[in-house]
């Protein structure tokens, strides 16, 4: 896979969670902790993305982004921050960020910040989404049977909806995606990308209640060196990146009434005007847009464009909330323990009949978001299974766990000739390695610090005692004494 290689600039703990993800989708990684560790990767190894802290100790993000016009082609960077702030997003926006985040760190994240040809053909972590359908959950011949964005489910409603997506997908029309939070409304803008005739060219999202007014403006449309304080060089803004092909713009009553006239003439006209910018440029870009409001109402009160709305709503679709699609309830959720299962190397797990009615009864507030994450959370507590209700941890302060897990303090080797497994394979700081690497120094340096209890080394490196269990037998399968 060309141009597979993203640089974590953080603490490790804080990418721990996306390396199992990176590494079934065939990415390799950097880790570096100083500004020095990481001008080296990027010379060397070329990373098609960075993602960094702001500031850690003897180092900056300013710093890096300093360094961008020294080094030909420096790939994009992403900023995330664990209590971020509008000026602090603005400031490094201005500095030549790429994005600016908040954590946690996810693979869903990062996976949209790769271009369509880089995207992994492994299962899709988007709402709906997956390669194929679990055997129980076969939908009617024609829709969603065809790609990576597949839809699960038979509800009549959901058919209507994926019904008019398939019919629309080739046209060049505006199509506005409603429904509430976590029923797959980008997983849907997707399906109709995948499924046009620029499938082959870019997919860009952008979210448009992420930034305030102004840096969403130089993201949608670009700027001109000099355009502001901080705009070192020309940037290409969204509309430019997707030329030829989609953009998503997610959110999109939470625009400004000012930047919707401006996105308005794209709309009518087909062009833009780069912040700070004298000259017309022509884009060749379809539109989605989603909401999660009552949108008619918004304009009503006067805070969305009346015109801009119906150019966006050419094509309306509506998605149905989950506690309205009765069984695909239970198809999702066989769909995503099945998945979990996979990736976590355990057997399949069926559902206990309480655990079926509880499913069928709950109003899912989250919708497919919710329903996706319980079952994650199911398949990690359920040990053998099978799943019952209470492994929805629906009341936390009511489990209690069925087992414990400690190990024995590490032990020198047993010629007593040199330090324990413990002190050797821990780094006294972290640079770049391979994630493997990377895994097995933090999982024997948490084990230390927690004494060898592997339900507190669990906690701290965010995974299940499961993972780190089976972790540790691959380690001993490789000779190394824990």
């Not at 996810?106 to 709402?127: G, R, V």
Request: with cysteine.
């Amino acid at each position: 896979m060309p141009d597979s290689t993203l640089l974590f600039i953080a603490e490790p703990q804080s990418v721990t969670t996306v390396f199992s993800p990176l590494k079934e989708a065939g990415y390799q990684a950097g880790l570096a902790d100083n500004l020095a560790g990481a001008i080296n990767f990027i010379k060397k190894s070329k990373p098609c993305l960075i993602f960094t802290r702001p500031v850690m100790q003897g180092y900056s993000a300013q710093a890096l982004l300093a360094e961008a016009v020294n080094i030909e082609n420096f790939p994009p960077v992403v900023v995330f921050s664990r209590s971020g702030s509008a000026d602090e997003a603005r400031r490094f926006m201005e500095l030549g960020a790429r994005d600016y985040w908040l954590e946690p760190l996810t693979w869903d994240k990062i996976k949209l910040m790769l271009p369509d040809e880089q995207l992994p053909t492994m299962p899709s972590e988007a709402d709906l989404s997956g390669p194929e359908a679990p055997k129980s959950a076969a939908t009617p011949a024609g829709l969603g049977t065809q790609g990576k964005y597949q839809v699960i489910g038979q509800h009549p409603a959901m058919m209507r909806v994926l019904g008019l997506a398939k019919q629309v997908a080739k046209s060049k029309a505006t199509v506005l995606i409603s429904g509430e939070s976590g029923t797959g409304k980008e997983m849907f803008a997707r399906f109709l990308h995948h499924h046009s005739d620029r499938h082959d060219k870019p997919f860009v999202a952008i979210n448009c209640a992420a930034l305030p007014e102004h840096l969403l403006e130089s993201e949608l449309f670009g700027h001109e060196k000099g355009a502001f304080t901080g705009a070192i060089s020309r940037k290409l803004g969204k509309f430019e990146l997707a030329s030829g092909g989609t953009i998503l713009l997610d959110e999109i009553t939470e625009m400004d009434l000012g930047l919707q006239a401006k996105l308005l003439r794209v709309l009518q006209e087909g062009e833009i005007d780069r912040v700070g910018g004298v000259e017309t440029v022509k884009v060749d870009v379809r539109v989605l847009a989603t909401t999660n409001r009552a949108i008619e109402e918004t304009v009503k009160e006067g805070k969305f464009r009346q015109d801009l709305f119906y150019r966006l709503n050419v094509i309306p679709l509506k998605l149905p909330a989950l506690a309205q699609r009765g069984n695909d309830v239970l198809l999702l959720a066989k769909f995503f323990v099945n998945k979990n299962c996979t990736e976590y190397g355990l057997p399949p797990l069926e559902f206990s009949e309480e655990a079926v009615n509880w499913l069928l009864n709950y109003d899912w507030p989250g919708n497919v978001r919710e329903l996706q994450n319980l079952m994650e959370r199911a398949v990690l507590l359920a040990g053998g299974g099978p799943i019952e209700s209470r492994h929805f941890l629906s009341d936390p302060d009511a489990w209690m766990p069925e087992e414990s897990y400690t190990a024995p303090e590490s032990e020198p080797s047993p010629d007593g000739s040199g330090p324990s497994a413990a002190e050797a394979g821990v780094a006294a700081s972290f640079e770049i390695m391979p994630i493997s690497e990377m895994e097995k120094q933090l999982i024997i340096k948490s084990l230390d610090q927690t004494q060898g209890n592997r339900t507190k080394a669990a906690e701290l490196l965010g995974i299940s005692v499961r993972t780190l269990r089976n972790k540790l037998n691959d380690y001993k399968k490789e000779g190394l004494d824990l």
